[in-house]
């Protein structure tokens, strides 16, 4: 990197992308400046780790603003629920009022003006709400997480042998939270070239949910089975197992979607922004095997 090394604010720094894209950032040599809710183990961490840890909260613009002072580039993430469209617009006009030169957003591979899920629609009127900013904007819409694997409503069945979706023939590329921190970090280093543009970010192989199932039980070295069901059926599960409203709502729509082809594709955009192909999904289940067989350490 040249003397005037680049600032960046990383925003969502304890969250899977953030926590990767911080990590990939300061590799490249970058100023990494992380924005978390609270000073915590997990924000202690990334301190230890060399970035500039600031305190905020994309719903207070005012606690934006003085995190964004002095970067040049920022990276915009938002969970699944409620309140994304403010988040956005909160960032954006931080971002214009302290000349911030560059803003990485992480969409949905599923944005959809006309989905079901408020999830997926309120995340294509996110893009949207950039794209008349003015800013110098760039989206990214990954499939998929890998992590999802790991989440609390997928992890007891898969310990039990079970790969549980309700998604039928769909199929999608999966992708891990670690390849698109690199992503993301290529892209708030050297941005030039893709301002304005969209890029989707998949793993390495497309494939249904039966190939998925298949993989996982080579990686883990014991039967994984895919379970097709009702999306209505998944959904009500979901509610009994204290899955928040929000996200409950979203995948009642979004796996219409993926049925419907949403999530289909495969891309190299991974490797061609950052010069290494991302982790397959058996490479996924091995590094994470212990926690997936519920192996107690």
């Not at 969250?15 to 202690?44: F, K, P, Q, W, Y």
């Not at 543009?197 to 990686?219: K, N, R």
Request: with cysteine.
């Amino acid at each position: 990197m040249p003397a005037d090394t680049k600032t960046v604010l990383i925003s969502g720094a304890t969250g899977d992308t953030g926590r990767a894209a911080v990590r990939a950032s300061l590799a490249l040599g970058m100023n990494v400046r992380a924005l978390v809710h609270r000073i915590d183990e997990r924000s202690d961490a990334l301190a230890e780790s060399g970035a500039e840890i600031v305190t905020g909260d994309l719903l207070d613009i005012n606690t934006l603003r003085p995190a964004m002072e002095g970067t040049e580039a920022a990276y915009l993430v938002w969970p699944v629920q409620p309140h994304l469209i403010h988040a956005t617009v909160n960032f954006a006009q931080a971002a214009k009022e302290t000349g911030v030169g560059t803003l990485i957003n992480l969409s949905q591979r599923s944005a959809d003006r006309e989905s079901t899920s408020d999830s997926c629609r309120d995340t294509f009127i996110a893009e949207e709400v950039l794209n008349w900013s003015g800013l110098d904007v760039i989206h990214l819409r990954p499939t998929y997480f890998l992590e999802w694997l790991l989440y609390p409503w997928q992890l007891p069945y898969l310990r039990q042998g079970i790969l549980r979706m309700p998604v039928g023939k769909g199929r999608h590329s999966p992708v891990a939270a670690d390849d698109q921190g690199r992503a993301i970090a290529a892209l708030l280093l050297r941005p030039e070239g893709h301002i304005g543009t969209t890029i989707p970010l998949s793993g390495p192989v497309e494939m249904d949910h039966e190939q998925m199932a298949a993989e996982l039980s080579e990686a883990l070295g014991r039967p994984i089975v895919f379970q097709d069901l009702p999306v209505a059926e998944y959904v009500d599960s979901l509610k009994e197992m204290g899955v928040p409203p929000y996200i409950v709502q979203h995948l009642g729509g979004a796996m219409v979607d993926y049925q419907n082809g949403h999530m289909s594709g495969a891309d190299d955009n991974i490797e061609r922004l950052t010069g290494r192909r991302p982790m397959t999904v058996g490479e996924f289940a091995r590094a994470h095997a212990d926690l997936l067989n519920g192996v107690s350490g």
